[in-house]
């Protein structure tokens, strides 16, 4: 037979754009418009239908910037319209879409006169049924067009002024295309679908595969039977056709693809939050209108923030998703406020993360959530398994880490366990997608692509426009419908996230084991962009710390109300600001605007609830006490206390030489040379030189920062060959005066990074274990990124870096490409590097990128080690102005230091000493008799009932026992999970007012004492 296949998938295709399409809508009508533009902001609708609308012509150029334009739409439909068989009346509006990427440019609501919302209009989704109209066959109804611009920029990653509302001009972006009353054929658009299923798959089958050909002959006789002008009058005959090839049942081994529809709205990205509301508004209508036309379409809803703004700002709409979460088509998943970062947020936002997610849940809907649910998010903390599980979670999805530059994950199912040893079923779909538009290639890719065959048959599969969201369309279901039986595709079926992971659990058995994080290749410089997002995000962390435990301890020493709800709104404004494109720094400059302002603001509410309290635990008087919020004792001051600190050391003596400066405390000994680099730093109890020979402490380094692609995302591995180290100091000298903790000395550096003048103040105090370093930089440079250095003579084979709960070891060598490809590593508040017997911890107040390199040294063989913290990048995308301006940046270097040491190390560097004046100090709520034992959180119970919680972690990785007494009466003390429910807690022993613990490393324990 001759091979004419290419010549009939041409003339498929022509027939389907020229003749198929435009006989979807065959008669159309313009309707009359009018128009009013908002004059700032978006306005609530009832307030916007209450301006005066004056008229407005088709085609006329519309929106500056993240303007919003009102459409009002009216008409009436001729009466033959929609009144034949299978036929219906709809308005299609065109807001002057482009074809690509929906969800990145403008939008649309359609509003009711009354205020209610019919649906979205988006670039894939441009109609509205009359029926929803309400209005017989009159058209009057409203838009509301959102101009939000396309930053974008077909992912060439160029400056644009477009993110900041101060820079993006007043040019109006979009043109109004068609706006017009329309008749759907209802077969034609059937047939359309068909064709659309059966060409997808039919390119995707191989060649020699005999069902290949059969649809091809399938399609060539629909060509030939249709009349091309007359295609609704042959669309019943031509889908006649197809009904055969259609109706081929899928091969009994086909793979099995659980579809949910999804909308993975970001919550702040390349728009600010207040788009973001509206996003989820636009989705969330479009959703459950196509829940009404189609009750076996199911939909998984990930943030209960972006509930939460239903409820609060278009709760009509909310109410018609309280009515489909009971109709099990519109599901809770996930269980966190919002999708947030998993490698910076410390442990306990993240536990709180759950928390109020999952309270939210259940609070509003009845569900509680099993899934953790971040398909987007940058990698994945190791200590994300055991915070899940104590959330009363059992599973988690991923997609991002198919993003990978260098190694594949080797399975798509499997258990996670992190570092305490918990393990949680987790699926990281094959289809490479949460944004799947259910067409043939996706799911011929899921099924190519799933590693675990011959153990496994199933996968899930998100599907719906994300990112800027849209969700599903009507075509998307019309996808899954003719896939669920089909020879030559996998079998899909429409469900929920929980049926798939409980169908799935239960047929792999036993499963593959994936062991510690879960690092993304990719993506390295979101530990460090945006600066002043980060030092907000670790401040507030500390301050929201403080502000509870000083709040729980008035409320029980001095019957102080506690400031529940007022700490529950900056919480989940601090969580909100965790959402993977803030924290991160990767969104447009009015998104950290944003932040910066919030963090301000939650650091004045926190400061506030913390000077009352103090004032209430402390009582009035004029005696000055140290309030000791750290696990660890300060100054002669307890842990979690508040008393007189007591003066501790002796003075710093200092000695110059050769014009840099020795300081000395006692403890540790330092020299800063002349260039005010760290020429030796020795501790008095081990007595070793932790500066490698040759080497300094305290160098920067300029690196050139141009990534081949996502800016603000990336730091590639090549950064490392243009570097200018800056070791010449433009001033060095010396400031005496007191400290927090005693007389200190200060070195005082001023030198130059590139254009941008440095201020560095090497300081050390009496009785302190460490040298501090703060820097304040004036940050002018344009891709570059700054680093400081420490290299040290340190034989160590691998680093520790503070996670959640606890700690992550990391090889220091490249002996395999998944060692290579973690050229850029995330730590919280500390990092450690070790040989046996000695070590040095690295501690910081708001930075988490760091790298750690080894090398061999000729001349003696030693090892030096070399630890580099991350303190500044300028990316050029989306935000061309990342971090301009002034930063102060500190960190610790403490020599001679154990893990335990680098525990408190890193509270110490974020716990400042807090002075207030009282009449008498404040005994800690609890005790802990091992050390290794340490308070995360201390608050009151959620359920208002006034039991104290307290959260505790082994922080050492080490078997460790101990005891927790209250000290406080209390009637009985339990363990409960982390929405303090009720547990059984292996380890845990509770007593009437203390609990006997014997923890495995890193275990996380939350108690709750009734009062």
């Known amino acids: ?66 303007s919003t334009k009102w459409l009002r739409l009216q008409g009436e439909v001729p009466e033959s319209w929609g009144t034949a068989d299978g036929t219906s009346v709809e308005i299609l509006v065109d807001l002057g879409f482009s074809g690509d990427l929906p969800g990145f440019q403008c939008e649309g609501i359609a509003w009711r006169s009354d205020g209610t919302i019919i649906k979205a209009i988006s670039p894939r989704n441009q109609y509205v049924p009359l029926k929803l109209l309400g209005g017989g066959m009159a058209v009057d109804f409203y838009v509301e067009a959102a101009a939000n611009p396309d930053l974008s920029q077909n992912w060439t990653f160029a400056a644009t002024p477009y993110g900041d509302k101060a820079t993006s001009g007043s040019e109006p972006k979009y043109r109004l295309g068609r706006i017009a009353i329309a008749e759907l054929n209802q077969t034609v658009w059937e047939l359309q679908q068909d064709i659309l299923t059966l060409s997808g798959l039919m390119h995707e089958l191989p060649t020699e595969l005999p069902r290949r050909h059969e649809i091809l002959r399938a399609l060539e006789r629909m060509l030939d039977i249709m009349d091309p002008e007359n295609v609704a009058g042959t669309a019943e005959a031509g889908r006649a056709a197809l009904a055969g090839v259609l109706s081929r049942p899928a091969y009994a081994s086909a793979h099995q693809l659980v579809a949910t529809g999804h909308a993975h709205i970001d919550s702040a990205w390349l728009w600010p939050v207040r788009e973001t509301i509206r996003k989820c508004a636009r989705t969330f209508s479009n959703v459950v209108a196509l829940m009404d036309e189609d009750p076996g379409f199911i939909f998984s809803c990930s943030s209960a923030q972006q509930l939460a703004w239903m409820k609060e700002y278009y709760p009509e709409l909310f109410g018609r998703i ?131 065959h011959g153990r496994g048959t199933t996968s899930l599969v998100p599907f719906g426009y994300g990112d800027g969201g849209g969700g599903p369309t009507r075509e998307m279901l019309a996808a899954a419908h003719r896939t669920a039986d089909l020879e030559g595709s996998p079998k899909v079926r429409i469900g929920s996230a929980a049926s798939f992971f409980t169908h799935a659990q239960a047929e792999y058995e036993p499963l593959p084991v994936w062991v510690g994080e879960m690092y993304l290749e990719l993506h390295r410089g979101t530990y460090t962009s945006q600066a002043k997002t980060k030092r907000g995000n670790r401040r507030s962390e500390h ?239 344009s891709e570059k990124l ?31 490409s998944w060692e290579a490809a973690k050229f850029e590593i995330c730590a919280h508040r500390w990092i450690h590097v070790a040989e046996p017997g000695y070590g040095v911890a690295i501690s910081n107040a708001s930075s988490y990128g760091h790298d750690v390199t080894r090398n061999i040294r000729e001349d003696d063989g030693g090892t030096t080690t070399t630890v580099r ?87 050492l990785g080490e078997r460790s026992t101990g005891l927790v007494t209250a000290n406080f009466p209390v009637t009985g003390a339990r363990a409960v999970d982390l929405l303090e429910r009720p547990v059984d807690a292996p380890g845990v022993t509770a007593a009437l007012d203390s609990a006997e613990l014997t923890l495995r490393p890193f275990q996380l324990v939350t108690l709750r004492f009734v009062r």
């Open 1 to 66: 037979m001759h091979d004419d296949r290419r010549l009939t998938e041409v003339r498929l295709d022509r027939f389907l754009r020229d003749r198929i399409a435009p006989a979807v809508h065959s008669r159309t009508l313009p309707l009359t418009l009018s128009g009013w533009d908002a004059p700032d902001e978006p306005v609530p609708a009832l307030e916007a239908l209450r301006n005066e609308f004056t008229p407005q012509e088709h085609g006329a150029a519309w929106g500056r910037p993240w």
């Open 322 to 452: 309280v009515d489909k979460v009971r109709a099990g088509q519109f599901v809770p998943v996930g269980g966190m406020w919002v999708e947030s970062d998993s490698n910076m947020p410390g442990g306990e936002a993240m536990a709180r993360q759950f928390l109020e997610g999952k309270n939210f849940f259940l609070a509003e809907f009845g569900v509680d959530c099993q899934e953790a649910w971040l398909p987007d998010t940058f990698g994945y903390s190791a200590a994300l398994p055991q915070i899940i599980k104590a959330a009363g979670g059992r599973w988690f999805l991923t997609q991002k880490i198919s993003w990978n530059q260098v190694n594949r994950m080797p399975h798509h199912t499997f258990n996670w366990e992190g570092i305490d040893g918990t393990r949680v079923f987790t699926h990281f779909p094959p289809v490479d997608s949460y944004n799947s538009d259910l067409s043939a290639r996706d799911l011929a890719h899921a099924e190519r692509n799933y590693r675990d």
């Open 543 to 781: 301050l929201l710390r403080e502000a509870e435990l000083w709040s729980a301890t008035a409320a029980v020493r001095a019957g102080h109300s506690y400031p529940a709800a007022e700490l529950k709104r900056l919480w989940r404004l601090v969580l909100l600001q965790q959402f993977h494109d803030i924290l991160p720094g990767s969104s447009i400059a009015w998104v950290h605007q944003d932040a910066e302002r919030n963090y301000a603001a939650v650091e004045r509410g926190l400061e506030a609830i913390i000077t009352e309290a103090a004032g209430a635990a402390l009582g009035t008087g004029n005696r000055e006490f140290l309030l000791n919020a750290a696990p660890h004792e300060r100054q002669g001051v307890p842990a979690l206390a508040a008393a007189e600190p007591v003066p501790s050391g002796q003075p710093v003596a200092v000695t110059e030489t050769n014009g840099g400066y020795i300081l000395d405390n006692g403890l540790i000994r330092a020299v800063v040379d002349a260039n005010g680099l760290l020429a030796s730093l020795m501790d008095y109890a081990t007595g070793r030189e932790a500066i490698a020979p040759g080497e300094s402490g305290n160098i920067l380094e300029l690196h050139r920062d141009t990534p081949n692609e996502w800016d603000a995302w990336d730091i590639d591995a090549f950064y490392r060959r243009n570097v200018v180290r800056l070791v010449e100091a433009r001033s060095v000298t010396l400031e005496r005066g007191p400290g927090p903790e005693g007389l200190n000395a200060i070195v005082v550096v001023e030198r130059m990074a590139g254009s941008s003048a440095v201020t560095q103040r090497i300081a050390l105090a009496a009785g302190a274990d460490s040298l501090t370093i703060s820097t304040v930089v004036d940050w002018q440079e």
């Open 786 to 816: 700054l680093k400081l250095g420490f290299a040290l003579d340190v034989r160590a084979d691998r680093s520790a870096a503070e996670t959640q709960f606890g700690h992550v070891f990391r090889p220091t060598h490249l002996n395999t």
């Open 869 to 955: 913290v991350s303190l500044l990048r300028a990316p050029k995308f989306p935000d061309p102005g990342a971090d301009q301006g002034r930063h102060e940046l500190q960190v610790t270097i403490r020599p001679g230091a154990s893990i335990a040491d680098a525990v408190e190390e890193g509270y110490r560097t974020n716990l400042a000493p807090r002075l207030a004046r009282g009449a008498h100090g404040v005994q800690p709520l609890f005790t802990v008799s091992n050390e290794a034992l340490i308070i995360e959180a201390v608050k009151l119970a959620e359920d208002g009932s006034g039991d104290v919680i307290v959260r505790l972690y082994e922080s």
